[in-house]
């Protein structure tokens, strides 16, 4: 495993105060906003000093029913070499969904979505993972997300998830401790099981970042200061093992310098403490907690009691029946002294609870991927397309998601079209909205800039003569075309309502 050190994301509007920080060992870039063959002048300098830089991407959508992109691969495979990293970051989420696999229109979320936590899910997720795999020139690790929404029926808990997606590929993890805040606020999930239940020895490295409440949710904005639970969730993970690599997100709303490098400080401060404490308790030989585990070594575990299970009740195998659990007189090698009177038993690593893989022409393995299509497109679909909300899913959580989903298109097409905001002024965010609420992204960010100000200028909008003459000189400059006539935009929009039916 790459020993990281202490990193920062790296980022356009920040490049000169991250060259000036003391003590930043390695940066982290977004591999789409990089350019294999002309790297910002800022990274190659970091990169002389021997400063390491590791591509992060957002747009794979491992998680999703598709298998991933040629494309989009080998421009990952692409930056990576151009950067010469010692491994590559991605996500467990899906972005995008319907299509070929549904027969329905593809549909862009513009932002990472919670994969199910079942086994149809995790058997696509862990082929396209090999798949991701084979085609990058380093090792991968992924990286657990966060959520504002729950599937209904979730059959692992995120630990458990995790560490069965490790055992199967191979894969290394990047543990987001800030997400397993989000999702402790938004789901009751716990981060100390989550954490418990890993594969401690699979971490490549850790993220750290800041949120804020919102609309009755928290929300992982990497725009906000690091606040204290995840700091807490951070020295727990390092009481546990001390991570090869930590960095610092921030993404937008940046601070000063100072308050960069205060942040950084804290965070040297909370491993160093945390490694103190895990060190004097294996000194002492503290005995853990009540259904917690102590991590030994190279992953060995002493438990006490039986794994916990995740809400809902308990793990099913695939034909949907109970996976058994083990008693304490059928272990091998049980001694006194586990909690609630239980024997202690010492175990090769983090107990799972697993179903054996689909073999080759079950139900399972043939059927898994259409099922996860189907599942995510009409999700996704009620997210961005306003249909009806699938069974078993919140209404009021799906509906926070779907405005941050919106939040987050006019958000990144302010920072790729600037020129937008400035003509538009203070209309810009409501015409947006209201834009979005019926024309889904299908293309990405630049075509929905463009969709958008072809939908500003056909409405007659802005009406200022000046604005509208700058709206339409930018988008003459991007389309080489005079903006559409309403005739022309009406028969459009009856053409695609056809293809729908």
């Known amino acids: 495993m790459t020993e990281l050190g202490i990193g920062i994301g790296w980022r356009p509007e920040i490049a000169d105060a991250v060259e000036a920080l003391p003590g930043v060992d390695w940066v982290e870039v977004v591999a789409e906003n990089v350019c294999p063959g002309h790297l910002p002048d800022s990274l190659t300098r970091l990169r002389s000093r021997g400063v390491r830089v590791v591509p992060h991407g957002v747009s794979l959508g491992l998680g999703g029913a598709d298998r991933p992109d040629a494309g989009r691969l080998a421009d990952l495979a692409a930056t990576a070499t151009a950067l010469g990293a010692p491994l590559v970051t991605e996500h467990i989420a899906f972005v995008r969904a319907g299509g070929a696999l549904t027969a329905t229109p593809a549909l862009e979320a513009g932002h990472l ?13 862990c082929e396209n993972v090999r798949i991701a795999q084979d085609a990058l020139p380093v090792p991968l690790a992924l990286e657990n997300i966060a959520a504002l929404i729950s599937w209904p029926g979730e059959e692992l808990t995120e630990g458990q998830f995790l560490a069965e997606l490790v055992e199967r590929t191979g894969v290394r993890l990047l543990i987001d401790v800030a997400n397993l805040h ?25 993220h750290v970042a800041g949120g804020l409440m919102r609309d009755g949710v928290w929300h992982d904005t990497h725009a906000h200061p690091v606040p204290e639970p995840v700091l807490d969730i951070l020295s727990e993970l390092a009481s546990r093992v001390s991570p090869p690599g930590v960095l610092l997100e921030r993404d937008d ?101 697993t179903a054996p893989p689909a073999s080759p022409g079950s139900p399972r393995d043939t059927g898994a991927r259409d099922r996860v299509a189907v599942a995510q497109a009409a999700v996704l679909s009620a997210l961005v397309a306003g249909t009806p909300v699938p069974e078993g899913f919140d209404p ?64 007659g909008r802005p009406e200022d003569p000046d604005a509208r003459r700058r709206l339409t000189r930018w988008w003459q400059e991007r389309t080489d075309t005079r903006p559409p006539r309403p005739a022309a935009r009406l028969i459009r929009a009856a053409r695609a309502a056809l293809v729908r039916r």
């Open 182 to 206: 989000t999702n402790h606020v938004n789901r009751g999930e716990s981060p100390s099981k989550a954490l418990s239940e890993l594969p401690v020895e699979a971490i490549a490295y850790v």
């Open 396 to 459: 009021v959580r799906v509906g926070v998601q779907s405005r941050a989903l919106v939040g987050k298109r006019a958000d990144v097409i302010a920072k790729i079209a600037p020129e937008l905001p400035e003509i538009l002024g203070d209309d810009y965010r409501p015409w947006f909205r209201a834009y979005a609420r019926s024309r889904p992204m299908t293309g990405g960010y630049r075509r929905d800039a463009l969709a958008f100000v072809e939908h500003l200028l056909v409405a």
């Open 253 to 353: 709303n940046f601070p000063a310098p100072e308050e960069l490098a205060s942040e950084l400080t804290t965070i040297r401060d909370r491993l160093a403490l945390a490694g103190t404490a895990g060190a004097e308790t294996a000194t002492a030989g503290t005995a853990p907690e009540a259904g917690h585990a102590l991590l030994i070594g190279a992953g060995a575990r002493v438990s006490g009691g039986p794994m916990p299970q995740p809400s809902g009740g308990p793990i099913r195998q695939p034909s949907g029946g109970p996976i058994p659990q083990p008693r304490p007189a059928e272990s091998a090698a049980a001694a006194p002294g586990g909690a609630d009177g239980q024997p202690a038993v010492a175990e090769p690593g983090p107990t799972r609870l």
């Open 113 to 125: 979505l919670p994969v199910p936590r079942t086994w149809d899910a995790l058997d696509v997720l």
